[in-house]
């Protein structure tokens, strides 16, 4: 379970509870109403409630005419798509008691009920109101149903706090404006290009940032929303089709591990073409990428023109040479896997890092991944690739009236284009501040409106020519300015690099690299122990093949990653096996399912402390 908490609500106490239930048990008897509930108490004082013009027009004495362009608040947006989309299907939510559907006239009509309920209960503005509740349809409605005299919301009130995950430090209250969440949902068509009828598959916690403000996009485009689980996953990605799936990046590597052991376990010929087809898919890929321009690389090069075209011829030749077999492995073997996980249209990866060699594979096969970034600071996003250019290794170009600047980390200059620094941005979608904590607001926000995101990245050179000619302006991150390992050699080193590599072994479940003040790297490590029973199995490495001593275990282990980090500038040293796995119930994951690095040290500190001894 996790928190959300809504502005211009309150925290709903026990003693509203029998209220607000009566409340909704009258408003659900009359979901297809629209008049007021008018409570039987009386009322000593005048009560001011806030209220979205479009949405609740009917209940205003005077209403004004308004445009789709004239949206001051994020509940504006139901009224408009009820009418654009009434009898369509917006919401399937299969999962929770009772299951339910709603289309678009029905969703508007339960986001209106729920606001009256908390109006008879006596919510009033800028109260909070806090959910804990599950990923679902309910939390969506809750979500929106926001407050006689009636006060238009204004686009800079608070809209939500949303409570940082918390990877490095304390959570913290992010205060977002509807003005923030509108910039989203005005700006990520031209990433996400939804039609009335796609289907999205929705799998993230409701009261994320990243889930939250694609779920306000998306239904203002008619599309229709499958809520799923981490458990339902596969099953639904094959039973409903998605054309979209927005998701974070550790499903896309549970997929990619999945298709993976799916070809490992077929036949020596069929793994054998399966394999072959891949290794071509990947070679014909990156001749494509060179020769349309979208090949990335840090430093601008100014080859002579001569060079350039054959450059570009090269890999025009290589490709055509190679594009009769993609095709085949089209029909043969990757039109298998599309059938399997749908995402016909794309995949779009955010919230965290996606591993490059699960970004080639799905451009391999045919399945359009576009990696974003931002933060729930940036409610939440800042960048993301598009469809019509979307270059591996990048997270894209910066979003619509968005700003990014990369500064040197030591005397806070501007650094041009190709050099390495701290990210910073500014925007209509950076937050309002911390809730309660003007501190920690001013340390993230200058005078300015620049954001320190914490993140190291750099900008792609412009060039007119050559492979790198359409990458231009894209950022491109490089890691955490917190998660830095310095040695006590000097040198600083980004431990991601080596835990993506690590985690293409079927042998390694979760890595977490570590070392800082130390001489050498070393790392934290829950194996995947049916691969390592497998593999011993298979290479009669154990005389008990359904059981691995520690030392057995280890030598894999060491083998593994030697083989799989050979590629990185840095080699792991001493490792530790951990038994029990980094999960979000332990606390060692944050909710978007990243590994909380610093809990994870933190809770192995005496052990790590015997490690380097």
């Not at 570009?312 to 599309?338: C, D, F, G, M, Q």
């Not at 965290?352 to 940036?378: C, H, M, W």
């Not at 020519?465 to 917190?482: H, I, P």
Request: hydrophobic fraction near 40%; charge should be neutral; charged fraction near 25%.
């Amino acid at each position: 379970m996790a928190i959300g908490v809504l502005s211009s609500t309150s925290l709903c106490l026990i003693d509203r509870r029998k209220s607000f239930l009566a409340a909704s048990n009258s408003l659900l008897s009359r979901r297809r109403r629209r008049s007021s509930i008018v409570c039987n108490s009386e009322v000593e004082r005048r009560v001011i409630r806030r209220c979205s013009p479009f949405l609740e027009g009917v209940t205003l004495k005077s209403t004004t005419n308004l445009a789709t362009n004239d949206w001051k608040a994020v509940p504006d947006i139901w009224k408009t798509s009820a009418d654009k989309y009434g009898d369509r299907v917006a919401l399937v939510d299969p999962y929770h008691e009772p299951s339910s559907d709603m289309t678009y006239k029905q969703l508007e009509q339960e986001i209106l009920d729920f606001a009256e309920g908390l109006r008879v209960i006596g919510v009033v503005p800028d109260e909070k109101l806090a959910l804990f509740a599950d990923n679902s349809s309910r939390w969506l409605v809750a979500d929106q149903g926001k407050d006689e005299t009636y006060e238009i919301i204004s686009p800079d009130d608070v809209a939500t706090l949303m409570y940082t995950s918390g990877t490095s430090g304390t959570p913290k209250g992010v205060m977002l404006t509807h003005r923030n969440l509108l910039h989203q949902i005005r700006n990520l068509w031209e990433i996400v290009p939804a039609e009335p009828g796609d289907r999205f598959l929705s799998m993230l916690p409701s009261w994320h940032a990243y889930e939250r403000a694609c779920e306000y996009f998306i239904f203002t485009y008619g599309i229709e929303q499958v809520y799923t689980n981490v458990k339902k996953l596969k099953e639904d990605l094959k039973r409903y089709q998605p054309q979209y799936l927005i998701s974070v990046p550790l499903v896309y590597e549970t997929l990619y591990s999945s298709i993976q052991k799916q070809i490992s376990s077929s036949s020596a010929a069929r793994r054998f073409i399966a394999l072959m087809l891949i290794n071509v898919s990947l070679l014909y890929m990156e001749a494509k990428r060179i020769y349309e321009g979208k090949f990335l690389l840090e430093k601008q090069t100014n080859h002579p023109y001569i060079f350039v075209f054959l450059d570009w011829l090269w890999a025009r030749l290589v490709a055509a040479t190679l594009w009769p077999l993609h095709n085949l492995a089209l029909k043969l073997v990757y039109s298998k896997i599309h059938s399997a996980i749908g995402i016909s249209k794309a995949g779009i990866s955010g919230g965290g890092s996606l591993p490059n060699y699960v970004d080639k594979f799905f451009e391999a096969i045919g399945v359009r991944i576009q990696n974003g970034y931002g933060l729930t600071e940036t409610s939440p996003v800042l960048a993301a690739r598009r469809p019509a250019c979307n270059v591996l290794g990048t997270v894209g170009h910066p979003l619509n009236h968005t700003e990014v600047k990369i500064i040197d980390a030591e005397n806070g200059e501007v650094l041009p284009d190709g050099l390495k620094g701290i990210v910073k941005v500014r925007g209509p979608q950076v937050m309002k501040g911390y809730f309660k904590n003007p501190s920690a607001t001013s340390q993230a926000l200058d005078g300015e409106g620049w954001l320190n995101t914490g993140d190291i990245g750099w900008i792609a050179p412009k060039s007119f020519t050559g492979r790198n000619r359409e990458c231009g302006g894209m950022l491109v991150l490089e890691g955490r300015a917190k998660d830095t390992i310095v040695l006590t050699t000097g040198e600083n080193i980004e431990p991601s690099e080596l835990e993506d590599a690590a985690l293409r072994s079927n042998l390694i479940q979760q890595i977490v690299v570590i070392g800082q003040d130390q001489r050498r790297l070393g790392a934290l490590i829950v194996p995947n122990k049916e691969e390592l029973l497998a593999v011993a199995k298979k290479d009669s490495i154990s005389s008990d093949p359904s059981e691995l001593n520690k030392d057995e275990i280890m030598n894999l282990l060491q083998h593994e990653l030697s083989s799989w980090t050979s590629g990185c500038l840095y080699q792991i040293g001493p490792i530790l096996i951990v038994d029990e796995p980094f999960t979000i119930e332990n606390g060692l994951m944050t909710p978007t399912m990243k590994v909380r690095r610093d809990r994870v040290v933190a809770q192995y500190k005496d052990r790590i402390a015997k490690l380097y001894k």
